[in-house]
């Protein structure tokens, strides 16, 4: 909403520099978003508050100051019209839905040609960017941005029988203003209409057939307040948001429809040649709860650490359109206070301490308990006024065993050249796609957006690698050739077991590298991130949360297993579960991502195992003698792990065996396959003192123990 | 035995020193002047035929001689080691305008980087980190919080509905009504943070998933000025003392009063500027005290507890600490934007 600064103060005593203006304006929760100057003047372009339709007009801007600042608000003048019964207005009009709390009509016909309104009559409208149509309409926008009471004026010759404030039935047609031609309305909508056509979309917009023009000669004035709950569905459903519709929406006040149609009359008459011919019909059930509130002023003053009297309480409270009664204990007919059984109970003490607030019509919508008030009497002080205080706090917190661990994990991800991004919750069906899954592919199936404005919010993520390689193919696209990245994100899978009867979540960490295994510098070109990056990723993972985390190779049952290379991949393990996997991500998903000249590898570990906790890791003194080192080297085939053999030759070995860690690989061809020549540094203890012989002895027996097990795959020691 | 002639061994070494040059030949002159045959030596062990009268002086003559020796060596020693080192070090010149080759560290994304720092001031007030569902049940995100059904949020519009009759939750609010559901002790002291999801077309400054934290303190007797001395201590301890401060009423549905918390603009000081619209300020949180329909909901008398909740957009929040104008950018994997946030512009 716009307002002028000029017009606001023909209604209320205003800062004149605008930067206080707006200071102000802020203040007092009316938050100036720009400040807008054109050949039409200053205008500040406001935000309102989602629940104070009241607002969206002068005078509600200006009543929110006073409450402020206590200057008084100035109101146009508006003529009284007094009402009257349905027997004696002209026209039948019948109120037939609950949903309209209100509606008024009046009766006007034109006696001279008509003018245009002044300029300085106008200057709300103009000040805002809104032009001059014609005196009937621009009175009743002038009436809404006055006031904040939305009316309308049919042309009352096109009238055909009784004016019915209804519900549509199905299939019923209305041509709302500004339509090329006529909608089908939801059953159900709320509609003014005559005998033969909708006139009006219920709080929302008028209707051609009935809209007035340059040759009409006879209005109906309409005001009337329609349920908020009805009018928005009605704006959302037809996607029609009109100034009226956005301020039915957030709750009119009921006692203002006589008051905008006096005004529009008023207007129409003093400046346009137009003449009321009618009193004011006013229908509809609504009438005024007459809502009291009482409250305790100690509480009140608690409540804000604020010193507070009835009578500031009163004060205050009196500017915002409120009634305040004098403390308790005599509130009776007398008084012209008289509070239901439930009020008086609420009030609980009715001693010199409480008073009943009654609340204005227009304030309804909003105002139901003390705390509301408490925020009325906040804004009067100012909530920069009021004080603050910081409460007694015994003691701070660690954080969780989830935020320590992840922090300690991506220290290691950190460490090894990782950056962390975020992806999105969801995907499109093409992300599906290209991980070559089909409907028979246990990731297949997704938790679905039913609603996304976008296809590529249709699926609720199931899996984090899609999401990943998308990331390599962008950062490709960047020329981006160095890429290590990681995420702690969550995944989605349907399982009508879990708690909300649709799907589980699942926390994860992933990571992806591709490119150089570090990075590259004028010394040496950073390796290639490989599987075994991965795998030491986990090793270092596995050592900083002191986990016994494996790595075992080959496919072990895991949804993404087909997503990665089938012979360059391997499963993470703790205890007897599988928790991860890692591997090269499979060459047709990077190709079905268009990447090129690049075998990203990934991994993905559960988060839950990974909060178990650590295992204490034993000392011992290193030992005083130093270890003995032989080597040995085996020549294995394809499809032999040296890992098997390594563990083959720790099992197999003396207790003073220590350590079997392998040191080399020469990769060759024999006889036209490839081989691999690998070598096992062993470690034995030598705290009492051994001999030559015993350790070659043990280290030949270790070689016939690998060639018994391994010599018919092809294994064999190398010389 | 004649007087051995000192003066010309003397003479001999120190034209023989002043030819050595390298370490080998000062060892090797070493061994031939201070060695067992050395001349000085073999003087020492003629004394036995000198005259007994000249003796005395004799010898005394070759001990000075052979300190004066074993002086020059030493001198002459550290010269040529010290030379020999110098042309050692001058050979192993390194330019060391190479760049550095230890392997470089990744980095933290700006919003956990922010979420974290908002964590460690929380923590220091007590506050601890609860998780919730990210697809939720309506009631969460909606009803219990007093968005009533024709409140605008609702809208299909702005929230992603999923199977079942489920959302993605539209804020972390859900974690706060899922906590108080579970009646724990007071007082209560949880954050929540993580994604949040609205149903909207993404541009430059609107996602479809971003970040919140928020925050949330019941206990019997907090009033809305604990409301502000929280969030000023919140405020400040990440933006810094000296930042200026402002509170104004807002409107969420499941607080009141309602409370909107500015931080005078960085960028113009307060003065205004096009990164403020003019304003001098920027919100940064939305808070309020606990409305009482939310403690009815969930059985709690509001007579007798009080609390206050605050949210924080991380999203934005990182934005404004890394500088990214674009904060689409923050959530678009883009390598050279971490590269530029952590290390600077390439």
Excluded at chain 2, 189 to 216: C, K, P, W
Excluded at chain 2, 241 to 266: H, M
């Amino acid at each position: 909403m716009k307002i002028s600064p000029s017009v606001l103060s023909q209604y209320i005593d205003i800062p004149e520099d605008h930067r206080e203006l707006r200071e102000l304006l802020d203040d007092v929760g009316i938050e100036v978003k720009r400040i807008e100057e054109s050949e039409a003047g200053i205008a500040f372009n406001l935000e309102l508050l989602a629940n104070r339709g009241d607002h969206a007009c002068y005078e509600g801007v200006a009543r929110e100051i006073s409450g402020r600042t206590g200057a008084s608000v100035r109101l146009p003048s508006v003529p009284h019209i007094p009402l009257c019964a349905p027997a004696d207005f002209p026209v039948e009009v019948l109120v037939e839905s609950a949903l309209c709390l209100h509606y008024s009509a009046t009766l006007m016909e034109r006696v001279s040609d008509g003018v245009p309104f002044p300029k300085e009559v106008l200057a709300p409208l103009l000040a805002t960017g809104v032009h001059a149509i014609s005196a009937p309409v621009d009175a009743t926008n002038l009436s809404n941005l006055e006031f904040g009471q939305p009316t309308h004026a049919f042309d009352a010759d096109t009238l055909v029988g009784a004016v019915r404030v209804r519900l549509s039935s199905a299939g019923e047609q209305a041509w709302p203003l500004f339509q090329e031609g006529k909608i089908t309305l939801p059953e159900g909508t709320l509609v003014i209409a005559d005998d033969e056509k909708i006139l009006a979309i219920a709080g929302v917009i008028g209707c051609e057939e009935s809209k007035t023009t340059a040759s009409t000669t006879r209005l109906l004035v309409e005001s009337a307040t329609f349920d908020p709950i009805s009018v928005r569905k009605t704006s959302r459903a037809l996607n029609l948001h009109t100034d009226s519709s956005a301020r039915f929406e957030r709750g009119a006040n009921p006692a203002l429809a006589t008051v905008g149609a006096a005004r529009v009359v008023g207007l129409l008459e003093q400046y346009a040649g137009w003449r009321r011919v009618s009193d004011t019909l006013l229908v509809g059930e609504w009438a005024d709860p007459g809502r009291l509130i009482p409250l305790e002023i100690p509480v009140a003053a608690s409540f804000l650490e604020y010193p507070l009297t009835a009578e500031e309480v009163a004060t205050r409270l009196t500017r915002y359109g409120f009634r305040v009664s004098p403390p308790g204990p005599r509130w009776d007919a007398d008084d012209g206070w008289i509070a239901s059984p439930e009020v008086l109970d609420r009030s609980r003490d009715r001693n010199r301490t409480t008073v009943l607030v009654r609340v204005p019509p227009g304030r309804l919508w909003d105002v139901e308990f003390p705390d509301d008030l408490y925020e009325e009497l906040a804004k009067s002080i100012g909530y920069n006024n009021t004080p603050s205080d910081l409460p007694q706090v015994d003691m701070g917190k660690l954080p969780s065993r989830e935020e320590q661990v992840r922090d300690r994990v991506e220290d290691v991800l950190l460490g090894m050249g990782f950056y962390e991004v975020f992806t999105n919750g969801f995907y499109g069906r093409e992300t599906r796609e290209r991980l070559g899954f089909d409907e028979r592919h246990p990731l297949w199936e997704h938790v679905e957006v039913q609603n996304a404005i976008d296809r590529g919010y249709s699926l609720l993520k199931n899996n984090a690698l899609g999401q990943a390689v998308e990331a390599l193919a962008a950062n490709t696209r960047w020329r981006q050739e160095e890429v290590r990245m990681y995420e702690w994100t969550r995944t989605f899978h349907l399982d009508e077991g879990a708690p909300n009867g649709v799907c589980r979540e699942r926390k994860l960490l992933w990571a992806l590298a591709s490119g150089p295994a570090h990075s590259p510098s004028w010394r040496d070109k950073g390796g290639s991130a490989d599987p075994w990056l991965m795998r030491g990723l986990v090793e270092e993972i596995a050592a900083e949360l002191r986990l016994p985390l494996a790595v075992v190779p080959g496919r072990r049952p895991h949804p993404l297993s087909s997503a990665l290379h089938p012979n360059r991949q391997a499963a993470v393990v703790l205890g007897d579960k599988v928790v991860g996997l890692l591997g090269e991500v499979h060459p047709t998903v990077v190709a079905a991502n268009r990447i090129k000249r690049a075998r990203p590898v990934y991994l993905e570990l559960d988060l839950p195992p990974l909060l178990t906790e650590g295992r204490a890791l034993p000392f011992a003194d290193p030992p005083e003698l130093h270890p003995i080192n032989r080597s040995l080297a085996f020549t294995l085939p394809q499809g032999v792990y040296a890992g098997d053999v390594a563990a083959l030759l720790k099992g197999a070995g003396p207790s003073w065996l220590t350590e079997v860690a392998i040191t080399d690989l020469f990769e060759h061809q024999e006889d036209g396959q490839p081989r691999r020549a690998v070598t096992f540094a062993l470690t034995y203890a030598n705290d009492e003192v051994r001999t030559s012989d015993e350790v070659n002895s043990a280290s030949d027996y270790l070689v016939k123990v690998v060639e018994q097990r391994f010599g018919e795959a092809g294994v064999r020691q190398r010389a | 035995m004649s007087r051995p002639d000192v003066d010309a061994i003397l003479e001999a070494f120190q034209a023989e020193l002043s030819s050595a040059d390298s370490p080998a030949a000062l060892e090797e002159l070493a061994r031939k002047h201070t060695g067992k045959k050395s001349p000085l030596k073999l003087a020492l062990k003629g004394l036995k035929d000198v005259p007994a009268d000249e003796r005395p002086l004799v010898a005394q003559a070759v001990h000075a001689a052979q300190e004066r020796i074993e002086v020059a060596l030493d001198q002459t020693r550290r010269r040529v080691e010290q030379a020999a080192l110098t042309a050692a070090l001058d050979a192993e010149w390194a330019d060391l305008s190479m760049p550095g080759v230890a392997p470089r560290r990744g980095a933290r994304h700006p919003l956990t980087v922010v979420e974290n720092q908002c964590l460690d001031v929380l923590r220091r007030l007590g506050f601890e980190l609860v998780d919730g569902p990210e697809v939720e049940e309506p009631y969460y995100n909606f009803d219990a919080l007093n968005i009533p059904e024709h409140h605008p949020a609702r809208d299909m519009q702005d929230t992603f509905w999923v199977n079942g009759g489920r959302l993605l939750r539209s804020h972390t609010t859900t974690v706060q009504a899922r906590v108080l559901s579970g009646h724990p002790k007071l007082p209560i002291r949880i954050a929540s943070a993580g994604r949040v999801y609205r149903n909207e077309a993404v541009d430059a400054t609107h996602l479809a998933m971003f970040h919140q934290l928020e925050g949330l303190w019941i206990d019997e007797g907090i009033t809305f000025a604990h409301l502000k001395g929280i969030l000023a201590f919140i405020v400040r301890s990440l933006y810094g003392a000296d930042r200026k401060i402002r509170f104004k009423p807002k409107f969420y549905p499941y607080t009141e009063p309602s409370v909107g918390v500015d931080l005078s603009c960085a960028v113009c000081g307060g003065a205004g500027c096009s990164a403020c619209h003019g304003a001098g300020w920027v919100t940064i949180l939305g808070a309020g005290m606990i409305h009482p329909k939310v403690f009815m909901e969930f059985g709690y008398d509001p007579n007798k507890v009080s609390g206050i909740a605050f949210g924080l957009g991380t999203t934005r929040m990182a934005a404004q600490w890394a500088g990214v104008h674009r904060v689409k950018s923050l959530y678009e994997q883009d390598l050279r934007v971490m590269h530029t946030l952590s290390r600077g512009a390439r």
